[in-house]
C-alpha cells in the first residue's frame, strides 16, 4: 500500500494506476475489526482502494469529544497492512488539505435533520457532508463504503448524493459486533473497564426488543428497552425509536408499520462519560 497526505500526490496515484472502479472507505482512525471489514469488501470489489484516515472537526458539536477522540495512526497503518494491496493507498490529510478555505455549504436533508442523533448533536450532519462531499470530490470513487452502526449517517450520505447528483455507488456494510454482542466502535476503547463489562446490555436489550414487536404495541417496546438499560449504573438511554430505513420516520404503533418497508430499532446510550450508539431490524409480523 501507499501512503499520502497530499490531494496532489493521491491524484497522481490514481491516475498512475489507470485502474477501475475505484473504492472509497473514509475513516476517523482508531481502526478495528469493523473498520477492516468495511476495507476488505472494498478490496474485494476494487482493484483501488483508498482508506481516508482524518478526524473531521466539523462533524463535532462537542468540542471536548473532538479533543478526546482517539488517534492511532501507527497502528492503523500496521493493520492495513495486512488487507491492502500494492495498488491501495492510505490517505491521511491535515484540515488544510481538506479545506484549503472555511467550509460554509448548509446542506438540508428534511425528516433525516429531525430525528435522532441530529436532535441530540446539532451541525453534526452538515459537517459529515461536509467532509463525505469533500472526500467524493477529492478521490473520485465509483463505490464508498460505509458501516450500517452509523445507520442515520448512512441515510444522511445517500441522500447527500441524491440532491448533488454524484454517481458513486453507496453500500453499507452490517455491524461487526464485540464477542459479547456490543457493536464495534473507536469509542469503546474509552470505556471504564466496569461500564465495558455491563455494556453488552444495549446489544442484549435492543435484541430482546426486536423479537417483542409480534406481542407487543412500540410503547411497549420502548418502555421495556428504557427501563432495562436505565436500571444499569451509570447507563442512560438518550433515544430509543423505530423507524424506516429511509426517511428515518419514527413510528408509534405497530399499525403504521408497511409491509414491503424495512424497519430498524435505533438507539443511543450514555455509558459513563461515552456515548454510545446501536441498531437492530425490527421484522414485521
Same mark, same amino acid.
Given at each position: 500500500?501507499?501512503?499520502?497526505?497530499?490531494?496532489?500526490?493521491?491524484?497522481?496515484?490514481?491516475?498512475?494506476?489507470? #485502474?477501475?472502479?475505484?473504492?472509497?472507505?473514509?475513516?476517523?482512525?482508531?481502526?478495528?475489526?469493523?473498520?477492516?471489514?468495511?476495507? %476488505? !469488501?472494498?478490496?474485494?470489489?476494487?482493484?483501488?482502494?483508498?482508506? /481516508?484516515?482524518?478526524?473531521?472537526? &466539523?462533524?463535532?458539536?462537542?468540542? $471536548?469529544?473532538? %479533543?478526546?477522540?482517539?488517534? &492511532?495512526?501507527? $497502528?492503523? #497503518? @500496521?493493520?492495513?497492512?495486512?488487507?491492502? =494491496?500494492?495498488?491501495?493507498?492510505?490517505?491521511?490529510?491535515?484540515?488544510?488539505?481538506?479545506?484549503?478555505?472555511?467550509? %460554509? =455549504?448548509?446542506?438540508?436533508?428534511?425528516?433525516?435533520?429531525?430525528?435522532?442523533?441530529?436532535?441530540?448533536?446539532?451541525?453534526?450532519?452538515?459537517?459529515? @457532508?461536509?467532509?463525505? $462531499?469533500?472526500?467524493?470530490?477529492?478521490?473520485?470513487?465509483?463505490?464508498?463504503?460505509?458501516?450500517?452502526?452509523?445507520?442515520?449517517?448512512?441515510?444522511? *450520505?445517500?441522500?447527500?448524493?441524491?440532491? &448533488?447528483?454524484? %454517481?458513486?455507488?453507496?453500500?453499507?456494510?452490517?455491524? +461487526?459486533?464485540?464477542?459479547?454482542?456490543?457493536?464495534?466502535?473507536?469509542?469503546?476503547? #474509552?470505556?471504564?473497564?466496569?461500564?465495558?463489562?455491563?455494556?453488552? +446490555?444495549?446489544?442484549?436489550?435492543?435484541?430482546?426488543?426486536?423479537?417483542?414487536?409480534?406481542?407487543?404495541?412500540?410503547?411497549?417496546?420502548? !418502555?421495556?428497552?428504557?427501563? /432495562?438499560?436505565? $436500571? +444499569?449504573?451509570?447507563?442512560?438511554?438518550?433515544?430509543?425509536?423505530?423507524?424506516?430505513?429511509?426517511?428515518? *420516520?419514527?413510528?408509534?404503533?405497530?399499525?403504521?408499520?408497511?409491509?414491503?418497508?424495512?424497519?430498524?430499532?435505533? *438507539?443511543?446510550?450514555?455509558?459513563?462519560?461515552? =456515548?454510545?450508539?446501536?441498531?437492530?431490524? *425490527?421484522? #414485521?409480523?
Amino acid at each position: 500500500m501507499k501512503v499520502t497526505c497530499t490531494v496532489k500526490e493521491l491524484h497522481k496515484l490514481i491516475k498512475k494506476m489507470h #485502474l477501475t472502479p475505484v473504492g472509497l472507505v473514509p475513516t476517523m482512525g482508531a481502526l478495528h475489526e469493523g473498520h477492516l471489514s468495511l476495507v %476488505k !469488501s472494498a478490496v474485494a470489489q476494487c482493484p483501488v482502494v483508498v482508506v /481516508s484516515i482524518y478526524v473531521n472537526p &466539523t462533524q463535532f458539536n462537542d468540542k $471536548n469529544d473532538l %479533543k478526546n477522540y482517539p488517534g &492511532t495512526l501507527d $497502528n492503523d #497503518l @500496521a493493520l492495513l497492512e495486512k488487507v491492502l =494491496r500494492e495498488t491501495d493507498i492510505v490517505f491521511t490529510p491535515g484540515n488544510k488539505e481538506i479545506y484549503p478555505e472555511e467550509d %460554509k =455549504r448548509e446542506f438540508r436533508f428534511g425528516n433525516l435533520d429531525n430525528v435522532m442523533e441530529a436532535m441530540h448533536r446539532p451541525g453534526h450532519f452538515n459537517g459529515v @457532508a461536509q467532509v463525505v $462531499n469533500r472526500l467524493f470530490e477529492i478521490v473520485r470513487p465509483d463505490i464508498a463504503i460505509f458501516g450500517m452502526k452509523d445507520f442515520q449517517q448512512l441515510a444522511v *450520505i445517500k441522500e447527500l448524493v441524491r440532491q &448533488t447528483g454524484n %454517481k458513486v455507488k453507496i453500500i453499507g456494510n452490517p455491524i +461487526i459486533r464485540e464477542n459479547d454482542g456490543l457493536a464495534m466502535s473507536s469509542r469503546n476503547m #474509552l470505556l471504564e473497564p466496569g461500564i465495558r463489562k455491563d455494556a453488552s +446490555i444495549i446489544y442484549k436489550t435492543i435484541s430482546s426488543a426486536s423479537s417483542m414487536i409480534t406481542g407487543h404495541d412500540i410503547p411497549e417496546i420502548k !418502555s421495556f428497552v428504557e427501563n /432495562s438499560i436505565n $436500571n +444499569i449504573p451509570e447507563f442512560k438511554v438518550e433515544y430509543f425509536d423505530i423507524v424506516d430505513d429511509t426517511e428515518l *420516520i419514527p413510528v408509534s404503533k405497530q399499525g403504521e408499520m408497511k409491509k414491503g418497508k424495512r424497519y430498524f430499532g435505533c *438507539i443511543a446510550v450514555r455509558a459513563g462519560k461515552i =456515548r454510545l450508539i446501536d441498531n437492530i431490524e *425490527i421484522g #414485521l409480523v
